[in-house]
């Protein structure tokens, strides 16, 4: 009982310590996790586009070489669609698509019509006015400005100054670039970030957006942002935290107009049961091993597992074993079926892209350089129409274009079609080829085919290098292994409390077995289990109540054997007892016969000696009968009203004069009390009582004897108290067991005789002891009255 009940405390305990842990580590990481975002919505207030900012540098360096920007704004007249085309189509295709760009070439005393205002305003003055107000170099010496207009996009502006050797004054190219409404930049761009431009991960888990008037301007993430506003933002310049739609939304009004929120989804009550089952089973495991540790020190004790953990162990084994290989089939059976569907996609979209180049392109003999730039502007299209990458190779396996150049023009990765594929492709002569490629350290899916036109004529190779989805695949596999992760927490959490439960439920008839069996005693009466299951347990159980009930049996035998074998032996004390005194009672009728016949001088003397020796041995031997008679019969008992108060005082008396004795008497005002009894009874208790008291007090020790008499409703209670040495546990039992005597001498019968009569007037006796402190013995007898007196008289012959 001790051991269920530490455990079920510590088990308790180990509970509570979760709790405790999960509510700590909720409370503190929300707070962090809203320092956090506060800092993210903060930077986002001041985004700059890293991945364009790195881009610039190189574009501002060709911009200022390019011959055909030279040729063009040398001259007085030039086609600004043409110019404008050439400067998308050349510097600002691929990752700029996500932007909107204006161009604007200035001279001397050009002028500029603003169309929003309807405003004819200096070229010049109104840039350079822009760029000193709002404007923040990107680097020292750069011609691009970072524009902190706060119009909600991010916006830049570039001067690309131009000089003519043959033209009086120069011009600049004034480039404005402000961002569109777009989702999450895909795969490669991370690519062209240095590590410390880098997203950090922790910012891959928020979605954010930003408002302008109202207007939804951008967003990233997975949450759904309305178009106009209508979350709760009435706090100017204030951050709030708002719930909505299983997200809590940060919102940051950063002036009138512009409003940015980062939103974040609300953790569930299946993360809260998931970390408190994950807390649960690192607590359980401590204190298992605190528990190992310190119960079954190493090299000390031998490990010893019991029935009960065995089968809790067997459970829980068995169990883990099996959710752990379902899991990782589960884990693995989904790995495999995203790789299938990454190649179920990339194989439909290239065949999609395939058939809309056939459908252009399809007519064309070869794919001359001319055209290049036209098959860019629609690789571009179909790159976000199918929102993947796009790279078409010549046959000898040199990239001819691509809607991404950005990543070839950085050198990331060479011009070149992968030699594998280009084997597979040249030499095998494959229809499709999909393998696994890598840049740095980003690793995604490359499919291939061959481009071909009416004729069947191969012109090209195409290739879908498909990084930018996969990232989403790896993102997948780990969102499936964190909830099949998360699940299975739950799951072994569930199991151990069954596995403890069941095994509870299991081996609670076997502790019950174990706690009658430590229970089983010959001296008092043995319970039967009871349990109504016919099972293996059912017939164990069985057996142990009817070993019980054979117990009873040979326990009552014995008792009968134990009373027969105490008779027996007490008669043998008393014929020793009775034949001590017949042997010099013999001796003396011998002595005195031989003095008469030999007519000795002084028979009278010797007759007188030895009749009083005769008599005297006489008087033993009828102590002796008398002490067996008033235990096992008591002769001429009769029941009368006795003054109790008078026969105390009485015999009190007679033991008051012993020496180093102090007798206290307390009547509490019973002056006159009667009892139902016999006079001579009555005064034999209290003398065998007062006589264990004296003689249980040491001759070195000062006697001090309390009588107590108090008066309980129709029972007159008389308490006997004593400072002697008091009675011994182990003999407690048998104190009022007839021939049992904790003396030297004794017969062993005065607290048999005792509680013989007071039972026999319907009362009882009993006592109290400290050992070496002293003992109480108490009796209780009727009180006189009509109705103790119903009985009448009788003897010992009527029983």
């Known amino acids: 009982f001790k051991y269920r009940y530490a455990y079920s405390l510590h088990l308790f305990l180990v509970l509570l310590v979760s709790l405790f842990s999960i509510a700590f580590i909720t409370s503190s990481s929300s707070k962090k996790e809203k320092g956090v975002r506060q800092v993210i919505v903060m930077n986002l207030a001041n985004e700059r586009d890293q991945v364009a900012e790195f881009l610039f540098e190189e574009i501002e360096y060709k911009m200022g070489r390019d011959s055909f920007l030279i040729n063009n704004l040398s001259g ?13 189509a ?20 050009f002028d500029l019509w603003l169309e929003d205002v309807g405003e004819l305003v200096d070229c010049y003055g109104f840039f350079y006015d822009m760029a000193d107000k709002q404007g923040l170099p990107i680097s020292r010496n750069s011609g691009f400005y970072f524009l902190d207009n706060l119009n909600g ?134 204190y298992g091993l605190a528990l190992l540790v310190c119960k079954y020190p190493p090299r000390l004790k031998k490990l010893r597992v019991n ?74 299209q179909f790159s976000n129409v199918f929102y993947t990458d796009i790279n078409l190779y010549d046959t000898e396996g040199d990239l001819y274009a691509s ?20 084997s597979e492709m040249v030499i095998n002569n494959n229809a499709r080829f999909v393998h696994s490629e890598s840049i740095s350290n980003l690793s995604y899916l490359s499919a291939y085919v061959p481009f071909t036109n009416t004729n069947n004529e191969i012109l090209a190779y195409l290739n879908l290098p498909y990084f930018t989805r996969h990232y989403i695949l790896t993102k997948e596999i780990y969102t499936l292994v964190v909830a099949v992760a998360n699940i299975y927490a739950v799951l072994i959490l569930i199991t151990i409390l069954i596995a403890v439960i069941v095994s509870n439920t299991i081996t609670k008839p076997l502790q019950l ?23 293996e347990i059912g017939s164990l159980i069985r057996e142990y109540n009817r070993m019980v009930e054979e117990l009873e049996n040979s326990a009552g035998i014995l008792a009968r054997s134990e009373r027969e074998s105490a008779w027996r032996e007490m008669a043998k004390q008393i014929a020793h007892e009775i034949k001590n005194p017949l042997t010099p009672m013999k001796l003396s009728i011998q002595h005195l016969q031989r003095a008469w016949e030999d007519k000795t001088d002084n028979w009278e003397d010797i007759l007188k000696k030895t009749t009083g020796n005769l008599v005297e041995q006489i008087d033993h031997l009828s102590s002796i009968a008398t002490a067996f008679s008033h235990f096992a019969k008591l002769p001429g008992a009769v029941r009368e009203p ?26 509490n005002g019973n002056d006159d009390l009667h009892v139902i009894s016999d006079r001579m009874q009555l ?54 067991t007839p021939y049992f005597t904790s003396k030297s001498g004794g017969t062993g019968l005065g607290l048999a005789i005792v509680k013989n009569i007071a039972e026999q007037y319907g009362g009882s006796v009993g006592f109290s002891s400290e050992y070496n402190k002293g003992s109480c013995f108490w009796f209780r007898l009727p009180l006189a009255g009509p109705k103790n007196m119903e009985a009448g008289s009788y003897d010992d012959e009527s029983k």
């Not at 669609?81 to 050439?86: A, F, G, I, P």
């Not at 295709?93 to 070439?105: D, M």
């Not at 809607?403 to 280009?422: C, H, I, Q, W």
């Not at 026969?647 to 007679?654: A, D, H, P, R």
Request: glycine content about 6%; overall charge negative; hydrophobic content about 35%.
């Open 153 to 286: 996009r991010i916006s830049y502006l570039g001067m690309i100054l131009f000089e003519f050797d043959d033209y009086p004054w120069e011009k600049t190219l004034f480039i404005s670039l402000d961002s569109k409404l777009l989702s999450d930049q895909l795969g490669y761009p991370e690519l062209l970030l240095e590590g410390k431009f880098s997203r950090p991960p922790s910012a891959t888990q928020y979605s954010n957006a930003k408002y302008n008037k109202g207007q939804l301007i951008t967003r990233t993430g997975t949450y759904s942002y309305p178009l106009r506003l209508h979350l709760d933002t009435e706090s100017d310049y204030q951050m709030g935290f708002v719930r909505e739609g299983g997200y809590e939304h940060l919102t940051y009004r950063v002036d009138d107009d512009n409003v940015i929120i980062v939103s974040k989804p609300l953790t569930t009550t299946i993360d809260l049961i998931t970390s408190f089952s994950y807390s649960f089973a690192f607590f359980y495991l401590l």
């Open 683 to 736: 005064n034999r208790i209290l003398v065998n009582l007062l006589k264990n008291s004296t003689q249980a007090i040491p001759k070195d020790r000062s006697g001090e004897i309390t009588i107590e008499l108090k008066r309980e409703e129709d029972m007159a209670l008389v308490e006997i108290t004593d400072n002697g040495e008091g009675i011994h546990p182990s003999i407690k039992d048998k104190m009022f």
């Open 513 to 535: 077995i174990q706690d009658k069996l430590r229970e089983l005693s010959l001296g008092r009466k043995n319970e039967q289990i009871d349990y109504e299951s016919d099972d």
């Open 307 to 380: 029935f009960k953990n065995k089968i809790k162990f067997s459970m829980i084994g068995v169990l883990l074993l099996s959710l752990i290989i379902i899991g990782a089939g589960t884990v693995y059976y989904n790995i495999m079926q995203f790789e299938n569907k990454q190649f179920e996609n990339i194989t439909e979209k290239i065949q999609s892209v395939l058939i809309e180049l056939e459908y252009r392109l399809g007519i064309e003999r070869e794919l001359s350089p001319d055209m290049r730039y036209y098959v860019t502007e629609l690789l571009i």
């Open 642 to 667: 006795v003054n109790i108060t008078d026969t105390i005082k009485n015999v009190s008396g007679l033991f008051s004069n012993s020496g180093n004795l102090n007798i206290d008497l307390r009547l």
């Open 403 to 422: 809607s991404r150049p950005e990543v070839f023009d950085l050198g990331l990765t060479g011009e070149k079609m992968n030699p594998v594929a280009y």
């Open 90 to 109: 050349t510097y600002f295709s691929g990752y700029f698509r996500n932007y909107e760009l204006q161009v604007a070439p200035c001279g001397h005393d």
């Open 76 to 88: 007085m007249y030039y086609e600004d669609y043409e110019l404008y085309n050439y400067i998308e």
